[in-house]
């Protein structure tokens, strides 16, 4: 009834002024009241199909009555380094470290470190390394091993396969290896503090429909999730260098680069995006501590470059050289050095051939003294 009174008030019925007031008290004294009398009981009839008896929960229902879904733990401590772990995709979200020069330095040796399964994390989470033996992909550290020389035991931790990305075999060789390089070896030298967070990422591309899809690629049993770009972010404080007109930082540079083989001249430069870029792809605030506080760009007081390719291989080659168990390991390292295709400067030959010199004089001694027993 009222409802139908409130369709005719509201679509003109009445005329004149006489019949306007008329209706206008009709509908204040006895109308209206209805409908807030109707609007009312409606109100409680929802209410009681919608809110069950709620004195059982205490007044709240019980949503999590056993237990809170639990996608594992935000953050796990290591020996040298802090990660988040994606218990779907088989991989670290991020992988972070407070590098040192003093990191770099000591006798720890990647000849006595495995990679497994990191038991921290359930068996159904993990990855295994039967899920990388034949999948084309390298098993990439995002805490690099060479950041760890200083303890055996931290550089064990990085083997760990929850610190690992399914990553090119060539890019983890090539232009990450001299970007690992860059952020261990030129920074400490000139900035007190470093930080550095390192992992995977997984960005769209267009199809031929012109419409945006993430695509990636699965491996082995678990289903490892192959990333398309990788990332680092640095955060640098205390310049060393007096150029900087006493700023002290905080600088930051981001970085995104493809999981694909990369030239050799390609600069670091290339692949800087802003912070904000990096967090929306990721979905990861990296320091929200520094968030509203004025980040100087690294690069525009570093160089930002990275070693050369050919003395990147000049140094593969004397690791290989001072790693060698037999002179004929050693041997066959030299003819590499002798075999490669372009000429080093006079400073790297000569260091190579301090190397050569110094572990033939230590094999021929230690193979001479077994020959005699």
Not at 215 to 230: E, M, R
Not at 237 to 249: R, Y
């Amino acid at each position: 009834m009222a409802s139908s009174f409130r369709y005719a008030f509201g679509s003109g019925v009445a005329t004149g002024s006489v019949a306007s007031i008329t209706l206008y008290s009709l509908y204040s004294y006895m109308i209206q009241p209805m409908m807030k009398q109707e609007s009312a009981q409606c109100a409680t009839q929802v209410q009681l199909k919608e809110i069950p008896d709620m004195k059982p929960y205490g007044g709240r229902k019980d949503f999590t009555k056993y237990g809170v879904p639990d996608r594992g733990p935000n953050i796990r401590f290591y020996s040298n380094h802090a990660l988040s772990y994606d218990q779907a995709k088989r991989i670290p979200v991020w992988v972070a470290e407070h590098i040192t020069k003093y990191d770099s330095i000591g006798s720890a040796n990647r000849r006595h470190s495995y990679f497994k399964a990191d038991d921290n994390f359930p068996s159904i989470f993990a990855a295994n390394n039967s899920d990388y033996k034949r999948s084309g992909w390298s098993r990439g550290h995002m805490a690099p091993a060479g950041n760890n020389k200083h303890d055996q035991e931290a550089m064990n931790d990085t083997f760990l396969l929850s610190n690992i990305v399914p990553q090119d075999i060539d890019n983890n060789g090539g232009f990450w290896n001299r970007f690992e390089i860059y952020c261990r070896e030129h920074l400490p030298e000139h900035f007190e503090e470093v930080r550095v967070i390192s992992g995977p990422l997984f960005l769209p591309s267009e199809g031929e429909d012109g419409k945006k899809y993430i695509k990636y690629q699965v491996i082995g049993d678990n289903n490892v999730a192959v990333p398309t770009h990788l990332y680092k972010v640095i955060v640098t404080e205390g310049a060393l260098q007096s150029s900087q007109n006493g700023v002290t930082g905080p600088f930051a540079g981001a970085f995104i680069v493809p999981n694909e083989p990369i030239k050799s001249k390609e600069p670091l430069k290339q692949y800087q995006v802003p912070l904000v870029q990096l967090e929306k792809a990721s979905g990861v605030q990296f320091f929200p501590k520094l968030s509203g506080h004025h980040l100087t760009d690294l690069c525009t007081v570093d160089s930002c470059d990275l070693i050369s390719q050919d003395l990147l291989t000049l140094r593969f080659i004397s690791r290989k050289m001072e790693n060698a168990t037999t002179v004929h390991r050693l041997e066959k390292s030299w003819q590499e050095f002798k075999n490669i295709d372009f000429k080093p400067g006079q400073k790297e030959i000569a260091f190579l051939t301090g190397v050569y010199e110094k572990k033939k004089k230590e094999l021929e001694k230690k193979e001479s003294g077994k020959t005699e027993l």
